[in-house]
């Protein structure tokens, strides 16, 4: 079994940073491309950022230029550096994976999701 950690959350004012990770464990053989996902109160689960085995990335527009997605491929482990936090990034936070393990092809993976809130 598969399980993805996300750590990192809290509360941050206006104009900080935060910087979240992700760590798969497991049975893993491999992990092709690694996302985080985020989810307003009473809004749809929307993609924030993506970031491939090798380093390819890609931004939702609302982020770009704020955070930056990065992996370490040795740990399993995926990290977003949220910088100019804004109230309207206040949401969870999940990391998402596609996920090949000893015993299954490729599966999708989610975390248990981590809350971020911006105020002051």
């Known amino acids: 079994q598969v399980q993805l950690v996300e750590s990192g959350g809290g509360l941050v004012q206006p104009g900080g940073s935060l910087r979240l990770s992700c760590a798969a464990s497991g049975s893993i053989r491999s992990i092709n491309d690694m996302r985080w996902y985020r989810q307003a109160p009473e809004k749809e689960r929307e993609l924030v950022a993506t970031?491939?085995?090798?380093?390819?990335?890609n931004y939702a527009d609302s982020v770009k230029g704020r955070f930056s997605i990065s992996r370490d491929n040795a740990k399993n482990t995926v990290y977003v550096q949220m910088n100019s936090l804004e109230p309207e990034d206040t949401a969870v936070y999940y990391c998402n994976a596609d996920v090949t393990s000893s015993s299954t092809l490729a599966k999708n993976y989610w975390g248990q999701g981590t809350q971020v809130t911006v105020s002051s």
């Open positions: 970031i491939s085995r090798g380093g390819r990335t």
